[in-house]
């Protein structure tokens, strides 16, 4: 049971993680980014595109990880990448039909998996997370609504591309990677990975950059 201003981050996902380490920090430079495609079910305003981007490179580029972002709907199916992740985004990405309800959505995000592996797909429900938010984004001034809107997707899809970088279902008790979010950690002015969940990312990257062929 989840508080008021709580909810899971629910996933297709059974194998509890068995691979927790711990290495020293990781220059981005020596890791490919991740190609992450995305495809949205109806397009964001730019605003909210820009602020989504922001906050996932801010959070991610803490691990040593940079993003390439690319459009599913423009990919031809030949591109080659060292690893990447396929997100969906769900419902209406704005900021737009607030009204004063405190709404329980479920899942505001997940990723999938097959035969007990997870696979480089997710979604992230722009709606769902809307109205989980609707009430206080009211009270953000309008000239800012739709940039904090989409520094909480961003936030979501962080969480997501957590766990197929990964491989892992393992969720923390703080920060991004915690199995539930309160409205707060979705609004506050800084919301970053605890330390095992960085540990788990940059051993992740350690392992992607000694198998880049040299070029």
Known sequence: MFADTATKLLRRVFLPSTFVASVAALSAQSVPPTTLYTEFQQQPPAVVLDSI???????????????EWRSLAAARG????AQLAVIH???RCDASGLTPQRVQPGALGWTHESDGVILPFGAVDCDGIRTFLQVDLLAVPVADRERVFGRAVGRVLAHELYHILTRSSH???EGVGKAAYAVRDLLAGRFVFDAAESAELRSDQ???AAAEPSR
């Not at 981007?53 to 993003?67: D, F, K, V």
């Open 53 to 67: 981007r922001g906050e996932t490179e801010a959070i991610m580029g803490r691990m040593g990880i940079g993003l």
């Open 78 to 81: 030949n591109e080659v990448s």
């Open 89 to 91: 985004f769900q419902g």
């Open 171 to 173: 969720h923390s008790p």
């Open 206 to 208: 350690v392992h992607v």
